[in-house]
């Protein structure tokens, strides 16, 4: 019987695997969730101008405590004229501050008298409500560096640098196969001993959420050529091939066998539960993991091993482990010779409850979990007792 590989034995031989991705150019309005390539750098001062922070009225802060002959109205997007000795300018929110204006004082400080003029108090502060040139960026800072998942905000950083396109790295293409003649889709009538396929919503969503692209989802029967069949024209389709089932120790398990058939396994088994029959190896240039056919097991396993592969591939360097927190056990629990992964929420206290029961079928204690605890080998947990967790992105 092959021995029992540690985690970080699987994740090194799993890193082993991944080749960086090539560039390719995106519309900035497709970028959500795409993995930045080069750092990008300011081309614009941000504010570009000064402007107001506020409706109100610009004028020179010398000029307070008398009353001023509203000179000029300034929306938002319109370009000022200089501001006339003796006079104020009504401004609003957004607007370039006219030359020679100095402060600006909120409608609700200043009086309109009968005549039109705008009433202002003395001794006013320079620089008051006004967002000066290059407050927040200056033309050549780093806005994102390279490896940046960009997300809404930065999404809206890089727009307002009217860029329209940037370069990111080109997503993995992954094959997703799942296996197994008791396995049918979702929406038919299950027969005596079927079960319906969840792996192959569960893995895609999660193969799409680490930020691969799919580009085949198949299933494969309990039969060893068409198994190798299968991998043989995937690997020239994918980076990826990511298998569910078919790699454990039972007759009707052929995946494993069909991978040794085709291509290389650098891995196989780990202590660690759920995901003991994890194989880890490649077909040529395309990396291959495949996960064991329980849902658990592929929920766990895709966070601690695919992630990472995909996470390296794109170069980013977010992606290479899921952040780590110690907190309190809420639960008891003892392992054996492997380490344990359990399904857990964290609630306000930092205290880790266990989110149903723990089997490697049990799919419905992944739904809650905010994070994995990570449970090492023979140990006995009782409540109170402190533990590592491995937080789950949302």
Known sequence: MAELHSVDEALNATLSLAR???????????????????????????PPFDNSAMDGYA???RDGGQALTVSQRIPAGHAPSPLEAGTCARIFTGARLPEGAD???????????????AVFAADLPVSNNIR?????????NRLLAAGACITPAALGLLASQGLGEITVVQ??????????DEVILPGRALAEGQIYNSNRYQLAALIEQFGGELVAIDHLPDQYDASRQALEQYARQADIIVTAGGVSVGE???????????GQVAMWRLAMKPGKPLTLGHIGNTAVIGLAGN?????????????PLIGSMLGCPAMSQLRKRTVS????TRTNARCHYLRVVIDEHGKAHLTGAQDSSMLSSCVDATALAVIDPHRHIQPGDDITCLELPG
Not at 23 to 41: M, W
Not at 103 to 117: D, F, K, L, R, S
């Open 20 to 46: 960086r991705m090539p560039n390719e150019q995106c519309l900035l309005h497709r970028a959500t969730g795409r993995v930045l390539a080069c750092d990008i750098h300011a081309t614009i001062d941000m």
């Open 59 to 61: 004028l020179r802060a």
């Open 103 to 117: 402060t600006v004082i909120m409608q609700e400080q200043v009086e309109i008298t009968n005549e039109g003029q």
């Open 132 to 140: 000066q040139q290059g407050g927040e960026l200056r033309r050549g």
């Open 171 to 180: 997503r993995p293409r992954i094959a997703l196969l799942t296996s197994g």
């Open 252 to 262: 009707e398990d052929h995946v494993r066998h069909a991978i040794e058939a085709v």
């Open 295 to 307: 849902p658990v097991s592929g929920f766990v396993s895709s966070y601690l091993f695919l992630r």
């Open 329 to 332: 056990a809420g639960f008891e």
